[in-house]
Every structure is written in structure tokens, then in C-alpha cells.
């Protein structure tokens, strides 16, 4: 519907958004290529070396998405079949705070727990290392089979009982059930957690550079800022960024052509009926939620004694209580961009939804969100070469940092609001049409209704900017430290109790936001928005 | 398609000069998951007409393609002279009332009715509608409070009020009681007329299309 972008100053809003985020990408490539000379080597893409980082780089991408993804699905099975279990709103919560943490602060709760002289490490096989391959996969399968439970609990809360009671009076077995019912409601959902866990993981940086072990247990990603960091190899660090956006890009394309992966929304569907477990299965998806629940709380748990050991006369609180004020400052200011852009670049994609132009919404989409697969630390150091000799940084890096996080952002952010925007649209826009609304009456229209899901994506917008380092690393300012860098800054000088003291105190900022988010998530303006939550076809 | 028309008795020039001010669908050809649809009608300036025919024949789709929400494979739709094909849905001179989704679920009914307006007919115009419609006591409400067949009269008002001169209702009082049925076809009939409106009525009733409309076009399956 071209009301959507008919107005004097929407289209060329829309046209700014779009030309920058691809501005941002392309500059930064730019900046990479101009600086003294630098290259594509098609020599390195044969360099044992570098094949050793590619295959593992897909190695631990693949692993931790099958894992995620087979351990995120009897949890989310008992989820949904057990509706009666023990705190399952505040299960769901966690589990979008273990997507959402900050990496640092994983990754102290997992040293504390599990390092060298970890609490549990005693308990472990004395060849057990976090270092390496293990630790990638447990950070990694820690971030995302909790995104996996949400996915596929939603997923199959979309079954209508009268599947369900149609599958009893037939008689089905539990198999056939499985194989009817539940397996064609979740399998599109589970080639798109895979392909997107993949990304994620394939991309992974904080993980890799914390947990990862020697030239063996390296990614692309780290191997792009070894080589810009350590080596000032921009031609290496160019080829890397190049073979990583490729392939996070097909793998990326792929899940866009899948369709829709709702991946965060609230669960809110009320199952009015669905058939029990039997009584063994039950004890089984009973021991694995409870199970489940141990490990999402263990690393959390573990930074207390560590914060224990914290020497109170030592501590510098204002130093930590301004690093979490500048955190919450940025964040705040790249969501609220990231938000306003998110906006701007949806609005042609519903357009070409509502027109039923297919290719070319996935191309809009594609183009909207393609910073999903464009390495952060390409990005950043692309634009930092780039801007260094033109621009004064000490003064504007503040802008960049806040400008490229939010960017960033925008993958996450769109997938929050797409569905949200594409079921108004579905329900009321050829009423909008009819009725000639101006853009003003529109975004009148259609804000109560997206309301829960905006401020839901804010807050999660808010929650992965406060995690970023990858970017502060770059353009950010030692003087004027954010929370995540105080956290490496500490661990790196081995002062590991003000380190879990201050991941501690990030971690409580992000549950304050989680509680939030699935606040207003799950809260809607009246209920008829309830009522169509979960009816994006009605 | 065929067609079979009821003229009431008007006077030939003026009617000549009405239908040049009017509606001409000429040729339309609507293509609908593979199925071919043409259509061909003139409709006089202020003259209301019905269209009756069995389900699935197009009746919809012809409302759905004159305000905009189908494309047409070719053929022209010439209003007052202007051809309608040429202009997107929402500057359309179109007041179009849809089966369902008329109401904004989340916004209150007064919200509703003012939407569409340049100025907003004032309160007590609305109320006097209600009035007449049953629904005076509904304007405060939601949507999701509203039976099927208020929220129906509620988008009834709405699209009957609003200035554009086309107005395409797609079975209007399909969730309606005897009763009711009658007072809102009346309600309609005087509304359209008293305001000039052009008015296209698609309905399974014989006495919807005898209490509002001049004459009925009924569609067929071709062949």
C-alpha cells in the first residue's frame, strides 16, 4: 500500500534510512580497502592457517546450533505440555535474560565456575579445560537453547486444539501425534533457529576472544581483529571480513527466503485443551525443566562468592557506578535510533508485503538487516580508519559508537516489530486505505496496537547494547569506560572479584529491563489486542 | 458473466447526463486465483444499485477491485469521467464498508467513527445515527465489547458519514435480525439519498435490494 510511504518528507526519510545503514557497510569496507593499499588475497582462502580458523569457525557454529536446538526442544515439549509447572513465567524470563547477558558476564560466571580454579572444576575430569572448543560450546549452547525454548514454546502454542482433540478421537499414538501434529507446527521454526543460532555463533566475538584457546580454537571474527589489532594486516583482516560476510550472508539469505521467525514474542496463547504426557515422559520433561532451571542459575549463582571476595576498601564504587551510567546513557541512545531506523526501514517492506511482492520484500528485508552478517569489528574498525584522519574522534566517537550499535541493532529490532506491524497491516490495511489516513492518523492507528511490542523492543534493543564491547573497543574512550569494558578491563588485570562484582551489577540492570520487557510483552492496552496477539491470520 | 437489470422510471436525458457523471465499468477483467472475472455496468450519479448472484461469482471481488484492494488485468472504471484504475485505494472518491475488520479492535468506537474525516462529523450527528441504528449506547465501548452485528451497524454509520460520494457496502446486514435488518436498510435508503450518495449494495437478500436500491444486478457464471 503505497499510503504507507506517501508522504513529502517519508519517502526521503525512508531513502536516508535505507541509503545509511548501507552507507555505514559500505564505508567501512571502503575505509578497509583505501587504507595503504590494502587487498583482497584469494591466496589466503588456501592458507592452511586460515582454512583451520574457517573450519572451525563452521565447526563450533554447527555444534553449538544442533545442541542448542536438540536441548531446546524437550524443554520447550515440557513447557507446553506441563502448562501446571512450577514457575514457568519466570522460567521463560531467564531464559531471555541467558539470551540477552552481556558475554563478560557469562563468561566471569563461567570461569567462577568452572576455570582453573573454579567451584565445580574440582568435580570434573582432570583433562577438562574451558579453554578451547568446550568452552566456546558451552558459552554458546548457554546464550542460545534458551532462545530455542522461547521459540518453540511459542511455536507450539500456535497448534489449535482442535488439532489436538482431532488427534485423540482419531486414536493417534504419542509418535503419531508427534509426527501430525507437533513436527509440522515446529519445523519451519527449527530450520530457521538453526540457520539463525549459526549466525549468531559464526559470528560469535566476545566468546571466542574470551574462551577460545590458541590459532586451534579461533573464528573468522577474532581472527579479523587479531589480524587488524596485533598484526595491522588489513589486507588478511579484509579477506576474513569478506569470507565472513559471505557465508554468514548465503546462511543468512537462506533463513530470510524461510519466511517469519517471530523469535521473541510473547507467549501469550492460552491452551485450552492439549493432551498430557505419560507418566514416565512426564518425569522426564519434569527432571529436565528443574534441571534446566540449575544450569540457567549456576553461573549466575557463581559470581557471588567471587563478589564476596571483593576488598570494599579497595573498590572504586564511582568508577563502577559511572561505568554503569554511561552504559545505560548509550544504550539508551542507540535503541531510541535504532527504534526510530527500525521504523523508517519497515515501511517499504510492508508495502511490498501488502502488494504481495515477494522477492522484493525479502530484498528490502535483506538489505534492512544485513548488519546481522557484516562483522561488528569490520564495521568499526573499517569506518575507524576511515574517519581517523578526517574526522576529530576524540570528540564525535561518541556519535559513531552510539550511531554503529545501533545499527547493529537493527536485525533484532526488526524481528521484534516486523510481525507486529505485518498482522496490523493484515487485519486493518485496507481499512486504513479505505478510510485515507495521513501518516500522522496512521501512526495514531497503529501505536496502541504495537504499543507492548515497541517498548518490548526498546528494552531489548536497550539490553544487547548494554552488552556491547566489540564496537567500545574501537571507538570508545578509555577515560569514560561502559560496564562490559570494566568487566575485560578487570578480568584482564586479573582482579576477578571486581569483575564478578560489576558483572553482577550489569546482570541486575538486564533483569530489571527483562522484567520489563515480558511486562509489557505480555501487557496489552485492552484486550481486544489480546485477543488477537496470537491470530496473525484472523 | 451476465447481467439482468431493473431500471426504475427516470427521465432518459437526465439519467444520459447522470451516468456520465457517474460510475462506468467498462470491460473490467479481474483475475482471481486463475479465474477470470469481467465485468461490465454503468451507474448513474446518486442511484443505488444491488448485486445479487451465488457465492463465489465476484461480487466482493468487484467492490474490493472499484475501491482499490484488487488489481485489474485491464478495462477502465471511469468515475464522474476520471478513471479510478489509475489512482491508489486511499485516493479513491471510495466509502467502502468490508464484510469484517471495520473497526479498529484497539481503539474505542468514538475513536472508530471519527477516523476517515477531514473534519469529523460533530458528536451529536454520530449519536442521532446510533440512535437510529440501535447502537447509541455502544459509542464508549471497544470493539471487543460490540456483538457482530453493532460493530456492522457501528462501520455502517461511519461509512455512510464519511464525504465521499462512492459508497460500496459488502452485505451490510448480513449479522443482523429481522428487525434490525429492516430499520438499518431504511436508515441507509434515506442516509444515501438524502446526501446524493452513489451507492453499491452486494446482499443474498431480496428485501435488502428492494428497500434500498433503484435496481439489481445480478451476476452470473458465464456459459
Known amino acids: 500500500m503505497s499510503a504507507l510511504t506517501d508522504s513529502r518528507w517519508l519517502k526521503p526519510a525512508v531513502l536516508f534510512a535505507y541509503s545509511l545503514i548501507l552507507l555505514i557497510t559500505a564505508l567501512a569496507f571502503y575505509g578497509l580497502i583505501g587504507f595503504d593499499g590494502a587487498s583482497l588475497q584469494t591466496g589466503l582462502l588456501t592458507d592452511p592457517y586460515i582454512l583451520q580458523i574457517l573450519s572451525f569457525s563452521l565447526e563450533q557454529a ?99 486444539d482442535t488439532s489436538w482433540r482431532l488427534a485423540q478421537q482419531l486414536r493417534l499414538s504419542r509418535w503419531q501425534q508427534f509426527t501430525h501434529v507437533e513436527w509440522p507446527a515446529i519445523k519451519p521454526s527449527l530450520l530457521m533457529l538453526l540457520g539463525f543460532i ?34 595491522f594486516n588489513l589486507s588478511e583482516a579484509l579477506t576474513l571480513a569478506w569470507l565472513q560476510f559471505t557465508l554468514a550472508g548465503l546462511i543468512f539469505a537462506l533463513i530470510a527466503r524461510m519466511g517469519k521467525l517471530n523469535w521473541l ?99 528490502l528485508q535483506w538489505l534492512a538487516t544485513h548488519t546481522l552478517v557484516a562483522p561488528a569489528m569490520v564495521l568499526s574498525t573499517g569506518l575507524y580508519i576511515l574517519l581517523l584522519p578526517r574526522i576529530d574522534l576524540e570528540q564525535w566517537g561518541i556519535f559513531w559508537l552510539v550511531l554503529i550499535n545501533s545499527v547493529l541493532l537493527l536485525p533484532f529490532v526488526i524481528a521484534q ?47 544487547l547494547a548494554l552488552g556491547d564491547v566489540a564496537v567500545f573497543s574501537i571507538f570508545g574512550d578509555n577515560n569514560t569506560m561502559t560496564l562490559p569494558w570494566l568487566i575485560y578491563g578487570y578480568a584482564g588485570s586479573y582482579r576477578m572479584a571486581e569483575a564478578a562484582l560489576a558483572s553482577l551489577l550489569l546482570l541486575t540492570i538486564c533483569a530489571l529491563l527483562v522484567f520489563f520487557f515480558e511486562r509489557h510483552q505480555t501487557r496489552n492496552p485492552n484486550r481486544s489486542a489480546d485477543n488477537h496477539t496470537d491470530q496473525p491470520g484472523s | 458473466m451476465t ?89 479513491r472518491p471510495v466509502s467502502m464498508l468490508f464484510q469484517e475488520h471495520n473497526l479498529f479492535e484497539h481503539l474505542s468506537v468514538m475513536t472508530n467513527l471519527k477516523l476517515g474525516f477531514s473534519e469529523p462529523p460533530s458528536r451529536a450527528q454520530f449519536e442521532e ?81 428492494e428497500r434500498i436500491a433503484d435496481r439489481t444486478l445480478e451476476l452470473t457464471y458465464k456459459g
Request: aromatic fraction near 8%; proline fraction near 5%.
Open chain 1, 417 to 463: 516489530l516486523k510481525p507486529r506491524v505485518l498482522q496490523f497491516d493484515q487485519q486493518y490495511g485496507r481499512l486504513s486505505a479505505n478510510l485515507g489516513l495521513s501518516p500522522l492518523e496512521q501512526f495514531r492507528v497503529i501505536w496502541p496496537f504495537i504499543r507492548p511490542v515497541a517498548k518490548g523492543s526498546f528494552a531489548l534493543a536497550l539490553l
Open chain 1, 198 to 231: 549459526f549466525v549468531l555463533c559464526f559470528n560469535s566475538f566476545a566468546v571466542v576472544l574470551a574462551l577460545g584457546g590458541g590459532p586451534g580454537s579461533t573464528t573468522l571474527e577474532v581472527a579479523i581483529y587479531q589480524a587488524l589489532k596485533y598484526d
Open chain 2, 129 to 209: 445515527a446510533a440512535d437510529a441504528l440501535d447502537v447509541a449506547d455502544q459509542l464508549d465501548k471497544f470493539p471487543t465489547e460490540l456483538s457482530g452485528g453493532q460493530r456492522q451497524r457501528i462501520g455502517l454509520i461511519r461509512t455512510l458519514l464519511r464525504p465521499e460520494p462512492l459508497i460500496l457496502l459488502d452485505e451490510p446486514f448480513a449479522e443482523l435480525d429481522q428487525h434490525t435488518r429492516h430499520k438499518a436498510a431504511l436508515w441507509t435508503a434515506v442516509t444515501a439519498r438524502s446526501q446524493g450518495k452513489t451507492l453499491i449494495l452486494v446482499t443474498h437478500q431480496d428485501e435488502d435490494a
Open chain 1, 62 to 160: 554447527g555444534l553449538s546450533a544442533l545442541i542448542s536446538v536438540a536441548l531446546a526442544l524437550p524443554i520447550a515439549r515440557a513447557l507446553h505440555f506441563m502448562p501446571q509447572l512450577w514457575a514457568k513465567r519466570a522460567f521463560l524470563s531467564l531464559c531471555l535474560l541467558s539470551f540477552v547477558m552481556p558475554t563478560l558476564v557469562l563468561i566471569t560466571g563461567l570461569v567462577s565456575l568452572l576455570g582453573r580454579s573454579g567451584i565445580i572444576t574440582p568435580l570434573l575430569p582432570d583433562n577438562f579445560n574451558l579453554y578451547g572448543l568446550n568452552g566456546i560450546l558451552i558459552a554458546h549452547v548457554y546464550l542460545n537453547t534458551p532462545l530455542a525454548v522461547r521459540v518453540l514454546s511459542q511455536q507450539m502454542g500456535h497448534i489449535p
Open chain 2, 3 to 91: 447481467e439482468t437489470i431493473k431500471l426504475s422510471g427516470t427521465d432518459a436525458a437526465a439519467y444520459q447526463d447522470a451516468l456520465q457523471k457517474g460510475l462506468i465499468v467498462d470491460q473490467l477483467e479481474v483475475v482471481l486465483d486463475g479465474y477470470k472475472l469481467n465485468y461490465d455496468l454503468q451507474l448513474a450519479a446518486g442511484e443505488c444499485l444491488a448485486i445479487q448472484g451465488r457465492s463465489g461469482v465476484g461480487k466482493s471481488t468487484l467492490l474490493h477491485t472499484l475501491a482499490g484492494f484488487e488489481q485489474a488485468r485491464s478495462g477502465r472504471v471511469l468515475w464522474n469521467g476520471e478513471d479510478l484504475l489509475r489512482l491508489p485505494a486511499h485516493q
Open chain 1, 265 to 363: 514474542s510473547a507467549d501469550t496463547a492460552s491452551q485450552r485443551w492439549q493432551p498430557g504426557l505419560g507418566r514416565n515422559s512426564a518425569r522426564f520433561h519434569l527432571g529436565l525443566y528443574y534441571l534446566s532451571w540449575l544450569l540457567l542459575l549456576l553461573p549466575l549463582l557463581a559470581l557471588l562468592p567471587t563478589v564476596m571476595r571483593v576488598d570494599l576498601a579497595k573498590l572504586d564504587l564511582p568508577d563502577l557506578v559511572s561505568a554503569a551510567g554511561y552504559s545505560l546513557l548509550l544504550g539508551f541512545a542507540a535503541a531510541l535510533l535504532a527504534m526510530l531506523l527500525s521504523w523508517l526501514l519497515l515501511l517499504p517492506i510492508r508495502s511490498a508485503s501488502l502488494q504481495h511482492q515477494e522477492n522484493r520484500r525479502i530484498l
